[in-house]
């Protein structure tokens, strides 16, 4: 019998060794068109059931530990009533499993609904084994992170608010130039504006067109005021204002005048005349006998001028 098994598995080998072909042998099979396609199929054995009753039955005892309920801690519930569709009179949502598994709200909604009643059940059973359901206030949980990790982030979302904050400050600046601007233009114009109607209403007064004197006062008056102003004489404000607008208007007049003179005759200006030639106010006794004033001869007992002449300055400069 062992001789014989022996054999067979001999057999066995051989088989197996003639089937198995070497590279170079399937090489020359293909180049001389020995291999075609279909002739090699790898064909799948059929798998193989096995019901396995007394493992899977070993398994199910394993996992139905008696366990109390604090260790397994499950809860097996229908989901809670729906009270808000109660109370508006809508149909009631089913309590059972026979939700529409396409529709998203409905199928969230459930399992809300029995989230909810869990929790209703499970909170009293906690509580009965004296479990606490609330964190304490002095309670301080470890962090996920590190404190460096959260100090690189608290860094960077600081670092982005000042980027904001700076961007807004700039935005902000750039409107407050526009307005200013603006503001500015208005100001400009407005005074050109009041210039341009206090001079009309100069040169009427000035035509005798009128006699009235309001543009001096501007817009403090109005209604009764402006009406009684007219007939009082301006105030002494308004005179300084119109003295000082003369005076800005014929500033270029009076220095054309004072420069170029009035017209007319320009000759014979500095003629005397028999009331020049009387006149001897401006004369001066000690002037006029080079007893005063800064240079020449002085009087008695006055000390002369020591600064040589020119030709001895000369002199002296050639000896030196």
């Known amino acids: 019998m062992e001789s014989a098994e022996e054999e067979a598995q001999l057999g066995l080998e051989s088989e197996e060794d003639k089937s198995e072909l070497s590279d170079e042998e399937i090489q020359e099979a293909f180049a001389k068109g020995l291999l075609k396609p279909g002739m090699n199929v790898l064909m799948n054995k059929p798998k193989k ?4 009753t007394e493992g899977m039955k070993q398994c199910l005892a394993d996992l139905r530990k008696d366990l109390p309920w604090v260790e ?3 809860m097996t519930n229908l989901p809670a009533e729906d009270i808000i569709s109660k109370a508006e009179g809508k149909a ?3 309590t059972t499993g026979d939700v529409n598994a396409d529709d998203d709200f409905q199928r969230e909604m459930y399992f809300y609904r029995q989230a909810q009643a869990t929790v209703l059940a499970a909170l009293p059973l906690l509580n009965k084994h004296s479990i606490a359901t609330k964190r304490p206030e002095d309670y301080f949980a470890e962090m996920a992170k590190s404190d460096q990790h959260m100090q690189k982030i608290r ?3 600081i670092s982005k608010q000042l980027i904001l904050e700076k961007s807004e400050k700039a935005k902000k600046l750039r409107e407050q ?7 500015q233009v208005e100001v400009i114009q407005k005074r050109q ?3 341009k109607a206090m001079m009309n209403a100069v040169k009427k007064y000035q035509k005798g067109m009128t006699d009235k ?3 001096l006062e501007g817009d403090q008056k109005s209604g009764k005021d402006s009406s009684q102003g007219s007939k009082k004489a301006p105030n002494k404000k308004g005179f300084h204002k119109l003295k000082y607008f003369f005076y800005s208007l014929n500033a270029k007049r009076k220095f054309k005048d004072q420069k170029f003179g009035f017209g007319g005759k320009k000759s014979g200006k500095k003629w005397n005349t028999k009331e020049s030639y009387n006149d001897v106010s401006s004369f001066r006794a ?3 006998h080079a007893k005063g004033g800064k240079g020449g001869k002085k009087g008695k007992g006055g000390k002369q001028n020591k600064r040589p002449g020119k030709s001895v300055r000369k002199k002296m400069k050639a000896r030196s």
Do not use: H, I, Q, Y
Not at 177 to 183: N, T
């Open 49 to 52: 059931l096995v019901n396995n």
């Open 193 to 195: 504006k009041e210039k």
């Open 177 to 183: 130039r526009k307005f200013g601007k603006k503001v």
């Open 286 to 288: 000690k002037m006029a």
């Open 92 to 94: 009631p949502t089913p």
């Open 155 to 157: 860094k960077k979302l």
């Open 72 to 74: 397994r801690l499950d």
């Open 213 to 215: 004197l309001d543009f």
